[in-house]
């Protein structure tokens, strides 16, 4: 029996750690293909920040895409209670549908699961051990959260692949950085919410450091990036503030395009449960 046979789940999801490294190993392919001095920016995201908006946010050209990483199509239902998929119904629920098309739109362009799928064996004489050719399959996050009942909800593989959402997909997917920031921005402040409001049913939103005793959660930015071929830089960015998300993005991108406030408000009002005293501008810091 082939070793890749041996067992039904010896060698069944990959590490989700492991596609950002492979999608960084692309970025470089591409970076060559293009005659680009280096790739673009890609980003990781931890404790609050991964819980209020994924996993990791990347650029290709002046486009930016925020990716939630699963091994499989059927750990998607592992998002159905946490506080961000709770933002993400709430939007559907809203009655403002011009703010409701807008935050969606730019959702689907620019918000995506990214999952392992078409798994096939290969012989290749330049491997020693037996290889799967795996495609990694992309859907848009908020279609996906919204169509949710349960935690036993799969993934569906219709969208396009990875490769082509990022080199091929045009002006149909991806955000421009006043997009992307006021988005991300949305996120998090809706993000705060839905955990207080969670608390406050007895449940658990997830996250690190996410129980906000009623006050809004921080959600910091705490990531290293390379400057040039020696230095490692840690930007300062505190997730809630929109001047540093755009500082951040522009930071990321490598380049300056300009930022604009043409998002801005353009998304519904969500409405919450919050008891009166979270209305206090006080924010728990978390380490």
């Keep these: 029996m082939d070793v890749c046979e041996k067992s039904i789940t010896h060698f069944r999801g990959l590490w989700e750690n492991s596609m950002l490294l492979a999608l ?4 470089w ?12 920016g890609l980003a990781v995201f931890e404790g609050n920040a991964e ?7 990347l650029s290709v050209e002046d486009r930016l895409f925020l990716f939630e990483f699963k091994s499989t199509a059927a750990e998607g239902g592992t998002e159905f209670e946490k506080a961000l998929a709770r933002v993400m119904k ?9 703010a409701k098309s807008h935050f969606e739109n730019d959702s689907r362009a620019g918000h995506h699961f990214a999952f392992s799928a078409s798994e096939r064996k290969q012989e290749n004489e330049k491997w020693t051990l037996p290889v799967k050719v795996t495609t990694i399959k992309t859907t848009p996050y908020v279609t996906a959260v919204q169509s949710m009942e349960n935690a036993s909800y799969r993934l569906s593989d219709s969208g396009p692949d990875i490769v082509s959402l990022l080199y091929s997909g045009g002006a149909e997917y991806g955000l421009s950085l006043s997009q992307m920031a006021h988005y991300l921005e949305y996120l998090v402040e809706n993000y705060q919410n839905a955990v207080i409001e969670i ?4 449940k658990s939103g997830g996250g690190e450091g996410s129980e906000s005793g009623g006050k809004l959660v921080s959600v910091p930015f705490k990531g290293l ?19 540093h998300i755009s500082a951040l993005l522009q930071e990321f991108l490598q380049t300056n395009p300009e930022f604009n406030n043409v998002s801005a408000k353009k998304y519904p009002k969500l409405s919450w449960k919050i008891p009166e005293k979270s209305t206090s501008n006080n924010v728990k810091m978390k380490s």
């Design 199 to 202: 608390e406050t049913e007895g």
């Design 225 to 243: 990036f390379a400057l040039g071929n020696e230095k490692f830089i840690w930007p300062c960015a505190d997730m809630t503030d929109i001047a």
């Design 29 to 40: 392919h591409k970076a060559m293909e293009m005659k680009h001095p280096a790739p673009q």
């Design 51 to 57: 819980s209020a908006l994924g996993d990791a946010i």
């Design 24 to 27: 960084r190993d692309l970025q």
């Design 90 to 98: 709430k939007v559907g629920e809203s009655t403002d549908g011009t």
